[in-house]
């Protein structure tokens, strides 16, 4: 009996370890930082790929926290070929256009909506508006929010943010 209480007490102590601080009450911290969250949601290929090019994505897998309203492949598919041509040869001006899309911080949906603007990292600031129920970021609605990843949060947006 004593043997089978001492095997109990050592099962109950692995298994302690194994799940110290992750309880059903508590979920775990994502584990894939913003850039890898987007490509594995599988429709921010070309935001992904624009990041790429425009030598963000070391900026967007760092630390953070950072908050991106990120235009969906939809999204982009909606903006001219000879627009995103035009900013794909002028890395300087792509940078500025996609971070129009990030912010400082971690801002979920609820703290947005408690915003009249957000400052962006390109230093202009984004309206935030919320009509019948959905959240717009300068115009661009919301779609899907909250998507966490390790150093930030994702907003999904139904249109890229284009600087006028």
Do not use: C, W
Not at 33 to 42: D, K, L, Q, R, S
Not at 125 to 140: H, N, Q, S, T, Y
């Amino acid at each position: 009996m004593r043997q089978i209480r001492t095997i109990l007490a050592v099962t109950a102590v692995g298994v302690s370890a194994l799940t110290a601080g992750a309880t059903a009450d508590t979920p775990r911290a994502p584990a894939k930082n913003i850039v890898e969250t987007a490509v594995a949601a599988g429709k921010f290929k070309t935001l992904a790929s624009l990041l790429k090019r425009a030598g963000l994505v070391k900026t967007l897998t760092g630390k953070g926290p950072y908050t991106v309203f990120a235009p969906t492949d939809a999204a982009f598919a909606k903006v001219p070929k000879s627009t995103l041509g035009r900013l794909a040869r002028d890395r300087a001006q792509l940078r500025s256009v996609l971070l129009l899309h990030v912010a400082k911080g971690r801002l979920t949906a609820a703290s947005v909506t408690k915003r009249s603007s957000v400052k962006t990292l390109n230093g202009r600031r984004l309206g935030i508006r919320v009509r019948g129920g959905k959240v717009f970021a300068a115009g661009a609605r919301v779609v899907t929010p909250d998507v966490t990843a390790a150093n930030g949060v994702i907003h999904a947006i139904d249109k890229v943010l284009l600087p006028r």
